[in-house]
């Protein structure tokens, strides 16, 4: 809401428009928008009311370009909340970033930090086709404020010590979309993340390092497309990936990960720590259920393990 009235403020009531709740609509106007010439921003108040407004991106904002041989494109940004951790249950509470990626010709942006919230916003707003720009609740801080003025304890539970504050440049330039980054180089085993996973997979190598294991941290920053080069490149220096996401386990971006680097000819012992269920609201099972920090370490030790096999796949239930 500050947001909103910021830019209505700056921008003015023709640039920035109320609409009622109705996603089908709002989104399916900002297809429309973006295919009559215009950039629009179309924002979700979360990634979970997607699924009534998703006929807008999946057959037409994302199947444009190819069906007209290149000359049209939908150039709009979906900016939406995602994530749990705070006891909202499973419709408040997905991730979806691999539900989406799945769609051909469809970005997926998930920053980590203030920086990279920046710089790929810029670099959303100029591309040419469909971008989702998901941002993780706990790494906002004005969804902490809200969330912690509401009385929930549960948002207390594995919120990053590090991640909804951080530098910034003093000159905003756009962050290329498809690279990752190394946010921590290692030679034991590399943990890869997006978003708010990355934060607890920095927190899981610094008590690793007190264990005499050297944990490389990869920042996807955007699930669709992927920077292959640099996962097969840490992974292939360690031997060893652990993927850390709050996704949905199945069908998902692990797994896509694990083919990834399977199909580069690299030999891994390869885990993950994903959501497997639907997310509950119970705040005992929400905790087993979600990614954490004692989950990725539980993990990374059974991996460390002398086990059979140079490529294999294990999980942590």
């Not at 989104?27 to 979970?48: H, I, N, Q, S």
Request: glycine content about 10%; some cysteine.
């Amino acid at each position: 809401p500050l947001l909103r009235r910021n830019l209505l403020v700056r921008f003015g009531p023709s640039r920035v428009r109320g609409t009622p709740i109705s996603e089908s609509a709002f989104l399916g106007a900002g297809v429309a928008a973006a295919m009559a010439g215009l950039r629009p921003v179309v924002e979700l108040y979360m990634v979970d009311f997607i699924g009534v407004a998703i006929d807008a991106l999946l057959n037409h904002a994302a199947k444009l370009k190819t069906f007209s041989g290149g000359k049209w494109t939908a150039p709009l940004v979906v900016r939406a909340p995602c994530g749990g951790g705070y006891g909202d249950g499973g419709q408040h509470e997905q991730s979806l970033w691999g539900w989406l990626a799945h769609i051909p010709d469809l970005t997926v942006v998930v920053p980590s930090t203030p920086a990279d919230a920046g710089g790929l916003m810029l670099a959303a707003l100029q591309h040419d086709g469909p971008v989702v720009f998901l941002e993780h609740k706990l790494l906002s801080e004005s969804w902490l404020e809200l969330l912690g003025s509401s009385g929930r304890r549960t948002v207390h539970y594995d919120v990053p010590a590090e991640g909804a504050r951080g530098p910034v440049p003093r000159t905003w330039e756009p962050t290329p979309i498809g690279e990752a980054a190394l946010r921590r180089a290692g030679e034991d085993v590399a943990l890869v993340g997006v978003g708010v996973d990355v934060h607890r997979a920095l927190e899981a190598a610094r008590v690793l390092s007190e264990e005499g294991v050297s944990a490389a941290v990869v920042d996807l920053r955007t699930v669709s497309p992927l920077d292959r080069r640099t996962v097969c490149e840490a992974v292939a220096r360690t031997g060893r990936m652990v993927v850390v996401d709050e996704d949905y386990e199945g069908f998902g971006l692990s797994g896509e990960l694990a083919a990834v680097v399977l199909e580069a000819g690299i030999s891994v012992r390869f885990a993950r720590v994903c959501t497997q269920t639907t997310i509950p609201y119970a705040r005992h099972l929400e905790d087993q259920a979600l990614p954490n920090v004692e989950r990725i370490l539980a993990t990374v030790r059974q991996l460390l393990k002398p086990g059979p096999g140079s490529s294999s796949s294990s999980r942590q239930d």
